[in-house]
């Protein structure tokens, strides 16, 4: 199983980024797929998840400004960032788990955003 990020990078505050997460060695029409963030010196938090029948769910910080979706054709996750703050500095990482699981198991290496 491989998590493959991209899309991180830098860019001013109000604008706007696309995550990608290119999956191998599972499908991710029967996994729980999310993005997680980590800041400097902060735990690790949830920002967005989906299930495998499509449903949604946000952090309060990020709900209304990112968009998490899936191609389950490619395999692959994204977020869509848009009205980027300071705040959403991280390194952002995708996730997975299978439907039976609580916990995700399976990680990527993570992209940076950065925000100024």
Not at 22 to 49: C, I, L, N
Not at 61 to 90: C, H, W
Not at 92 to 107: P, S
Request: aromatic share 12%; net charge positive; glycine share 10%.
């Amino acid at each position: 199983v491989q998590l493959v990020e991209s899309g991180g990078g830098s860019v001013q505050a109000g604008g706007s980024l696309r995550l990608s997460c290119a999956a191998s060695g599972f499908t991710s029409s029967t996994y729980y797929m999310a993005w997680f963030r980590q800041a400097p010196g902060k735990e690790r938090e949830g920002v967005a998840d989906i299930r495998p029948d499509g449903i949604t769910s946000y952090a309060r910080s990020v709900k209304g400004r990112f968009t998490i979706s899936k191609d389950n054709a490619k395999n692959t996750l994204y977020l869509q960032m848009n009205s980027l703050k300071p705040e959403d500095t991280a390194m952002y990482y995708c996730a997975a788990r299978h439907r039976t699981l609580i916990q995700y198991n399976y990680w990527g290496q993570g992209t940076q955003v950065t925000v100024s």
